[in-house]
């Protein structure tokens, strides 16, 4: 189960629930994976709309990472997601959203 005080956030992958959660090594490995010159301008993509099913990969596959699961991009281009795409996205939104969160903002 996802703790979200803990910037953790749960998926169904396969029938399974996973807990995401982005961690340090996780966000340093998403900014190369993305070649964005910050983490900001991937924020400004989801808070505008404005961002890819690349991102949104790129994002679930880093939180999968951070959350201790061993799903690759290969893998997770292969399973069937609860939800679609579209939760997918959401979920994406929300672990940048949590893992820049101040304590005490939520």
Do not use: C
Not at 24 to 51: I, K, M, P, Y
């Amino acid at each position: 189960m996802a703790n979200p005080w803990t910037g953790e956030v749960a998926l169904v992958i396969d029938g399974r629930e996973r807990v995401l959660k982005l961690t340090l090594g996780a966000l340093a490995g998403l900014e190369h994976t993305l070649e964005t010159g910050s983490l900001v301008q991937l924020v400004e993509r989801f808070e505008s709309g404005g961002f890819s099913s690349r991102d949104v990969l790129a994002v679930v596959v880093a939180g999968l990472q951070g959350g201790g699961n061993e799903l690759s991009r290969a893998d997770l281009m292969q399973a069937d997601i609860a939800g679609g795409p579209m939760a997918a996205a959401r979920v994406a939104a929300e672990l940048l959203a949590r893992a820049f969160m101040v304590p005490g903002d939520a």
